[in-house]
T-cell receptor
Framework: GENVEQHPSTLSVQEGDSAVIKCTYS??????FPWYKQELGKRPQLIID?????GEKKDQRIAVTLNKTAKHFSLHITETQPEDSAVYFC?????????????FGQGTILTVHP | GAGVSQSPRYKVAKRGQDVALRCDPI?????LFWYQQALGQGPEFLTY????????KSGLPSDRFFAERPEGSVSTLKIQRTQQEDSAVYLC????????????FGPGTRLTVL
């Protein structure tokens, strides 16, 4: 089955700096990679996703890059703000021909200091 | 519109008790997933329903765990003879079809087994 590794487990940055979280996956057939943000005690919320036919996707301050050959993908947050502080999870799945159960990474606790 | 809802939000059970956790997916969503999230970890897949059919229960930890979705909408996850290691947040997620991978999560039920 799929295995997703996520690093770092904690990340502390100053407001305005950039933050990068990296994930690797094991199943080369995986083709859908979402990122979720989870605030303390709240539900995971999708912030951005990427499919394997695309190398990069950007949405305002958030971007995701995918390297299929190396089987890794990364989340980039620019101009971080205190409200970006949360736990971020990457995930991977095979979409299209299956129902897409998600395999999650272990999570990264991001703290943005004012 | 209404998102995924779960009840109860918190459940405390004595070891050996049975519990039932409810999930109301987004209306019309075909796919429904249950995940277990241990403290400080990413969600882990438990089981999947496509309408009323349970197509994958490979993630259920033991035969004490049972899930159903009899009418293809509301789902219930039942845990019999609860044990301390069952303590976790149980998340439900739904998506609009078996091929649409964007999953919308509920707020979860935090189960504590004493």
């Amino acid at each position: 089955g799929e295995n997703v590794e996520q690093h770092p487990s904690t990340l502390s940055v100053q407001e305005g700096d950039s933050a990068v979280i990296k994930c690797t996956y094991s199943d080369s057939a995986s083709n859908y990679f979402p990122w979720y943000k989870q605030e303390l005690g709240k539900r995971p919320q999708l912030i951005i996703d990427i499919r394997s036919n695309v190398g990069e996707k950007k949405d305002q301050r958030i971007a995701v890059t995918l390297n299929k050959t190396a089987k890794h993908f990364s989340l980039h947050i620019t101009e971080t703000q205190p409200e970006d502080s949360a736990v971020y999870f990457c995930a991977a799945t095979l979409s299209g021909t299956s129902y897409g159960k998600l395999t999650f990474g272990q999570g990264t606790i991001l703290t943005v200091h004012p | 519109g209404a998102g995924v809802s779960q009840s109860p939000r918190y459940k405390v059970a004595k070891r050996g008790q049975d519990v039932a956790l409810r999930c109301d997916p987004i209306s019309g969503h075909v796919s429904l997933f249950w995940y277990q999230q241990a403290l400080g970890q990413g969600p882990e897949f438990l089981t999947y329903f496509q309408n009323e059919a349970q197509l994958d229960k490979s993630g259920l930890p033991s035969d004490r765990f049972f899930a159903e979705r009899p009418e293809g909408s509301v789902s219930t996850l039942k845990i019999q003879r609860t044990q301390q290691e069952d303590s976790a947040v149980y998340l439900c997620a739904s998506s609009s079809s078996e091929r649409d991978n964007e999953q919308f999560f509920g707020p979860g039920t935090r189960l504590t087994v004493l």
